[in-house]
């Protein structure tokens, strides 16, 4: 692997990489891939599809994955194949040159990727919606396979320092998708997402996937941030509040383990590809109180989940 590359991910794997940050890791990558460094051609199809340096191209970002899964990359292999049959695995032909990448990439029906469903009311205080087979399982099951050797324990907002901490509330694990670690699948599920919510994009947090095993769960909690406690307003300020939280269930097997509303006697139990998103505060956006939910633990097999909160406004510098 090449120092440019090697570098380029550095930049990009930070927490909250500065613009300057992605435009060197930009400029890097885009010379390993015109050099054919696949893995490189591949993150420059995400950025292209970001929209982190020039305008969001998504004709652009499709070309540069077709180039990528020709120059060798198994990842882009994958991600391409999976944008064109969203509905079977991704299986990769043992021999296939650039004709066939480029063909699969003419292929692929984008818009068609990023429809939602139709949204079904489960309360209207709060507002909790419900959209049915939201991925299919073939994409529930790439995500899994992407998170599951990666994942960390999962942490909280400190309600002293406002920082991320772990916490006994909390003690199942999970992976962040931050900038190095997204692909063009994870963007078109979260432009999915916005189709859905009718909200864009650049306001979401870092989309997360969430692993408990048998026993693990997240005790009662809110997920808007409490505007009257100070070690919040940093965030506030930066991101805005979290308006809204969406969740994506990935997979069935388990008993337990269900999405537990207390303060309206919900208990949600989905099926593998649903759904689940609400409104974190009131209309007139006040932290919503009966937002108030938990993540029972699973009695017995594993749950996942793909996790994305949202932001009222574009973060500030």
């Known amino acids: 692997m090449s120092d440019d590359f090697t570098t380029a991910m550095q930049l990009l794997l930070g927490e909250r990489p500065s613009l300057e940050d992605v435009q060197q890791a930009t400029s890097l990558l885009e010379r390993q891939s015109e050099q054919g460094n696949g893995d490189a051609s591949e993150r420059c199809a995400l950025v292209a599809a970001l929209g982190s340096v020039r305008p969001p191209d998504w004709g652009r970002a499709l070309d540069l994955l077709a180039t990528a899964a020709a120059q060798g990359s198994r990842s882009a292999q994958e991600q391409l194949l999976l944008l064109l049959d969203n509905e079977c695995d991704p299986d990769l032909p043992r021999q296939a040159g650039p004709e066939f990448w480029l063909s699969a990439r003419l292929k692929v029906p984008l818009d068609e990727r990023m429809r939602a ?183 017995s097999g594993e749950k996942w989940v793909f996790s994305q909160w949202i932001r009222d406004r574009l973060p500030q510098p």
Do not use: C
């Open 117 to 299: 469903g139709e949204k079904q009311t489960l309360s209207e205080s709060p507002r909790i919606r419900l959209i049915r087979d939201f991925l299919t399982p073939a994409e529930a099951r790439w995500l899994v396979g992407l998170a599951r050797e990666r994942l960390a324990p999962a942490t909280v907002f400190d309600q002293e320092t406002g920082g991320q901490t772990t916490d006994s509330a909390r003690n199942n694990s999970f992976l962040v998708f931050r900038l190095g670690e997204m692909n063009l699948v994870t963007e078109v599920i979260r432009q999915r997402i916005s189709t859905a919510t009718k909200l864009p994009v650049p306001v979401f947090e870092p989309s997360q996937v969430l692993h408990y095993a048998v026993g693990q769960r997240f005790k009662p909690h809110h997920d808007f941030l409490d505007p009257d406690n100070p070690a919040y307003q940093s965030s506030l300020t930066v991101f805005g509040q979290r308006i809204a939280t969406f969740l994506i269930y990935l997979n069935d097997g388990y008993e337990g383990g269900e999405t537990s509303f207390p303060a309206i006697g919900l208990n949600f139990r989905a099926k593998q590809g649903d759904a689940l998103f609400w409104a974190n505060v009131t209309q007139d956006g006040a932290p919503d109180l009966k937002t108030v939910h938990a993540g029972l633990p699973p009695m």
